[in-house]
């Protein structure tokens, strides 16, 4: 293996992370991934709730691994991070907690990869009115909206990526190409999306007890989910012009995945199957993690469950000219954690697949 | 209970009933709630695949149940289902089956519910787009579309009843009314609906197995499933002119249920609440199944699971103008075998809600 | 329907009823069923959580039900209760707080439906073993435990009725004939048994959401779960000697039902399955909730979900001179509120199957 | 890496490999697993019926897979078989069949791994009691039983290793170092075990429908389940003398995982946790898949799935002086493929966990 270097950072040993808020369910996808990461150390895990306790403990289906044999939980304390000797944090908190510590590790030196929706808008105003008020609003610009196979180049730089939310992925990578190819009437988008339960986080909320979830199918948070925010914003880069749309989200009874379908007219009705694929080609010919399935088949959860696979299916309807477009991935995997090892992977010079292509 | 001839038939006795094809999860939805209903006697139970075993034997869940103690499967005969005394037959046969049943039946005096499709379009050649060949056509224009909630004068002096499709029930309820009242652009309707793996039938196909299913969410059969026949005859008839919708199933991970979601353009952006809220209320005031939970209320399938009733709620998504329906039934429930056993109740001049009324 | 005066109470009137802490899964599950029953008005309805909120509103499928149609939670208040008429109580609380409601209850004349442990076991030094100290120990001698197949005629004229635990009703049906008969070594009971996450109630432990369940299977609390006191209590009853047994518990990702498969060695290696048959047969011949499948026929737990059935099955294993014992029942049905509701029924001098013969 | 030699043959090179039978879940999951192996190389996918198709048509989960990008279902054929270069061979075919294939491809030079009964049991009689005729009866004596932890050093030479059914695997681990050191009565065990549905295999019963499983627990096949014969033989080895147990099976819904609690009388009752903990020191201290959790801890199913991983906990109940313990497996990981692989990294002086330490 002449590319084994390529594995490590400068000076050839394996990358130092640290993963802040690790105990819910991103965190704790992010972990199980990282624990198999050929070119990763963890050398920090931190959580108020867990504080002092092995990660054997709080997570024993990491028993026994090699990679977090000595690590415990520490309190989320800046210092205490810097002093991990992390040279990357993976940010598993909520909203308005993860940019409390982007700032601060960004000032020691660090580089960030925030799965929170904190640093994932451009525009202050869309934050303060999906999300309420930010307390590092000048990191909004400089923070790259962290969907690999739209902005590669500028993540493998970035000090500061925001990955993006398990829905918003869901949604424009199947819909990007084709708005920037202006194929479809971009206001007349609409958007039904199937959430698994681990969506909901570890929260002992009584709605995501197993028996109101089991044998359960039901939407919520409809007009305005905040999600929504960056939805329309990334689907207003690709349009070049602003977009708006119809989202409706949904709870499922599975623990992992995400299924998107997505109503659109034609913007012109000889629009071919061809002319689609040959879209998807263009755009993600060289995306390993994007899985164009084809016209008429539609792609199921369990076939992106635990990857970071996206797989993507649509079929014209030719009696109402309109295109519906179908997508399938793991909230937890390319919906949060695996995506944002990929970036991570982009970012420290990594073979963008590394310690991602499970099946 | 003074009221309790109205239970009976004329002649004060219970009313015969026969159920021909009554292996499937329709059927055995039926006969669960056939052994509960006061008003009736079950004479005669059809199954090819189980014809010389008890019920109990192929249901144990029945086992016991005095309603079917001497009751056994005997072969689909025509002969013989007369020869029981059936004032009444369901029939829970596939579609291209039913029909060969429905005519004899009808001719030796008895009165039909049929479950299937084959009596649902008016037109012979929609039916043959969808369905392939009809073998009695010349009583399409005499069944009625059973959903007691449109038609119910209709119903009652029906002989031949063709009880709807499951998602065609959780689609025309919540948009028939509206249609009607004029406050929907019919052009821009879109519906995704998920339906429990009931749906599928009892058939052994692996795609359906415990483990194909589970932890599995997958659209099939767009744009062009079966139901939108009936559903666009239906749609067409409420909003005086043909309408034509994309529609997009999913099979979902729950014994039973159906939740329907639906996107449409408002005529009138000045729709208020309340004003759908009044068409509910004219339309289905007096329909005791039909819940209208308000705007901003999102059904869930496991409310209605196990009853006929469907639940709709909405929102109104001012920035689209857009109109966004939710509904939830029991595919197995209202969606086919106790919304079979409204149109019965009404048939026989019982109230509509005998046997029916479980929470 | 000459035996319709049955149903009601001396008055000729529906028995007007409480339901003393309703807002859990048993709470539910006793309220479903009596909203459904016909000889029943529910006139008090409590719950700390919920009090002033409608009961439509905590329990959506419920909505429109005539029989709470103006009923809604209050404080679990004596006064309140008695003020309200009601002629008897169900107690849906905590053990360690149900007893501060019986004794209050019995005195202002109110019978007591009991379905906490606080009334179950004869000896307070076992309840305080197993539970805590006790407020009310002079009414555990007169609480009657509501096992209605083998104290039918002690709950007729019981005051205060001790309704079992789900798992020990699964585990007590199968083998207090048995024991009685003195064909089974007492001492070489064991007992796998597995629970339905309901059974876990409606708490909002973290350890209950959907997806620390699904796809879970575990055992907790062995070998000491606190139902072991009532089990080895009546198994000792049955047997004329003191019982001592090995029960392991297991939370499985299923709504409602238990699962019990028990091991006890023959005590006379020729017992015959017609003689097991025969106990049964004789134990159970006029029970109608307790339904005997027979020997190498065994009972699934979705038979009996939702119903107060048990249904019970075994084999001999000949190779080890074993009995095998499996049972399944509702764990809210059989295994809490139906059975309540049977005891209820016999209690008021209505017929024992009255609002529970349901499939 | 100074030991990636180890990885590979004695020529440097991957190993290559032939999957027979691959279309069942057991063969899936072997495909999944060896997809990922970093030093096997796929070269020929048998199954009768999906001979032709690609890889990824059957199994769209490992759509883009490089290790498969060219490989599809042949016919299991020998020749084509031997023809592909194959050095090794997994059997994923039912008993019955695997026996076709063994001797053929051993006399080829290939060595074999058999994922059916076929080789598992020395004995013919008990064989052809349990399973019918056998074709090879020779193989018999050679075949090593493939437990890695049991039996590590035959494995490394054997030419033909019988991998151990899924119950067995998660029996025999706990049960065989204790019933070595004598602190068991062998006359006493009694055996509940749980398993996921994959178990049943892609057959297209109609008792292994969603709808069927789905919220049901059941035993089956009590209590001479065919997997008796395998553990009684290993159990008796351990012993030094012949055992005999009880052992009742039940489905679960869950796809993956099976969960076995064992009940056992003390051969001493003095018998301490930390001497339980010191003959499981003894035996698998060092073996990384067997993850001891110690007295008190149960496992969980989630906590193996897709693993390679058997976790062991137990309980003295000191009231009835009986051990209970529990282990968790994947049944169709450590309970079929991943310890196929297992034995297939021992025979080919690989490291044992390569390609298995998953999480």
Redesign the interface.
């Known amino acids: ?1 002449a590319e ?1 270097w390529r594995f490590m950072n400068s000076a050839g040993a394996k990358i130092k992370i640290a993963v802040v808020g690790a105990s819910g ?1 991103s965190g704790q996808e992010l972990l ?1 991934l990282l ?2 990461h050929p070119s990763v150390e963890i050398v920090a895990v931190t959580s108020r709730a867990e504080a002092g306790k092995s990660l054997e403990t709080v997570f ?7 990679a977090i044999r000595d690590v415990e939980f520490i309190e989320p304390d800046i210092d205490r991070i810097v002093e991990s000797g992390a040279e990357a944090a993976f940010l598993a908190l909520p909203h308005g907690v993860a940019y409390e510590f982007a700032g601060p590790l960004l000032e020691k030196g660090l580089r960030v990869i925030d799965l929170s929706a904190d640093f994932r808008l451009n525009d202050l105003e869309v934050y303060e009115e999906f999300y309420g008020e930010h307390s590092s609003p000048e990191l909004l610009s400089e923070a790259v909206y962290g969907l690999p196979e739209i902005r590669r180049d500028e993540i493998r730089t970035a000090r500061l990526v925001a990955s993006p939310g398990c829905y918003p992925t869901s949604i424009l990578l199947p819909l990007i190409p084709l708005l920037k190819a202006g194929v479809l009437k971009s ?2 988008i ?1 958007i ?1 999306s ?1 959430s ?3 969506g909901a986080g ?1 929260s ?3 709605a ?13 948070n ?3 989910h905040r999600h929504l925010s960056e939805i329309e914003q990334e689907l207003s880069i690709a349009a070049g012009s602003p977009v ?3 989202f ?1 989200p ?1 709870l ?6 995400i ?1 998107t ?1 997505i ?1 659109a007219d034609l913007a012109d009705t000889g629009l071919t199957d061809e002319a689609i694929a040959a879209n998807y080609e263009k755009a993600y010919g060289d995306s ?1 993690f994007v ?1 164009v ?1 084809g016209p008429g088949n ?10 970071n ?1 996206v ?1 993507i ?1 649509w ?6 000219d ?1 295109l ?1 477009l ?1 997508s ?1 991935e793991d909230n937890l995997g390319k919906g949060a954690s695996s995506q944002a090892i990929q970036s991570f992977n982009l970012m420290f010079g990594l073979p963008e697949t590394v310690g991602l ?3």
Chains 1, 2, 3, 4 share one sequence.
Do not use: W
């Open positions: 293996m084994n369910y199980r624990i198999m024993p289906r990491f028993r026994g691994a090699e206001e007349t609409a039904s199937l698994g339960t681990s570890k002992s909320s009584p995501f007890l197993f028996c109101e979830v089991n044998e359960s199918l039901r939407a919520y409809a007009p305005k708006c749309v119809s409706v949904h499922m009874p599975i623990n992992q995945g299924a379908t109503f390993p899985r399935l539609f792609p199921d959860t369990k076939n992106v469950a635990r990857t696979f797989d299916g079929v014209i309807d030719g009696r109402t309109r519906i179908c399938a292509m499970n099946y």
